[in-house]
């Protein structure tokens, strides 16, 4: 048995899912609406999205504390599958949100031996939130949730990093990549949800810069890119 099909874990992850599709049916709805509505294009809708961050990501964010904007259980399993292939002890994620993606990515780090999740999240009730659902998983021992800003909160990080999740405002990626990029190991593996951002993707899609990266096959729509620090 892994740590993910545990029952501690099993049970918190079903709870957390069907919370997560409660609290953000009507954010869903809403961005549908948008999608569909005469002239509109996914493109436009998220570049409206990305101009709204850009102009204050803090205050756009700040509208969805009470949302999980949540990965879903395949991409869950999906974060756990790549954390344990790559033997991932140090674990780097941006935007923690109610801490779903953390207990996938910490369950992996528990079976691959032991380490750290260093997670940061802006939203100080989404940070007490995470920390009781990893206490609930018992997995909190794994986890470091730094609240504030990323770029300041992930300022300080030291050691190698295996695997960086890439999971809050969608115009601070290609920030958060370079800030942390040093400490990237090669080989380590980045997860981009919800990887929009043109030159987020331009910058880890163009070999000179040392990546390979390529669009994921997995929740189509969602913008799902995984990328691999090859060099």
Do not use: C, W
């Amino acid at each position: 048995m892994t740590t993910l099909s545990s029952r501690r874990v099993a049970d918190t992850l079903d709870k957390l899912h069907h919370e997560a599709k409660i609290a953000d049916q009507a954010h869903i709805e809403e961005m549908m609406a948008l999608m569909e509505s005469p002239g509109a294009d996914a493109a436009q809708v998220v570049e409206t999205l990305l101009a709204q961050e850009r102009a204050d990501n803090q205050a756009t964010y700040r509208r969805y504390a009470n949302n999980f904007l949540a990965v879903s259980p395949a991409y869950g399993r999906f974060l756990y599958a790549m954390a344990r292939a790559s033997g991932a002890t140090r674990i780097v994620e941006f935007g923690t949100s109610m801490g779903i993606s953390a207990i996938y990515l910490a369950a992996a780090i528990r079976d691959n031996g032991g380490g750290i999740l260093i997670g940061t999240e802006l939203e100080p009730g989404k940070v007490s939130r995470a920390r009781t659902n990893l206490e609930a998983a018992g997995l909190a021992d794994l986890v470091d949730i730094r609240e504030g800003d990323a770029l300041e909160t992930l300022r300080g990080v030291v050691g190698t990093i295996d695997l960086l999740h890439l999971d809050g405002a969608f115009s601070l990626y290609l920030p958060v990549l370079k800030l942390v990029e040093p400490r990237l190991k090669t080989g380590a593996t980045i997860l981009g949800e919800n990887a929009f951002e043109p030159e987020y993707l331009g910058y880890v899609r163009d070999p000179a810069n040392g990546y390979l990266s390529q669009p994921l096959p997995l929740d189509e729509g969602r913008g799902n890119e995984f990328t691999l620090r090859a060099a």
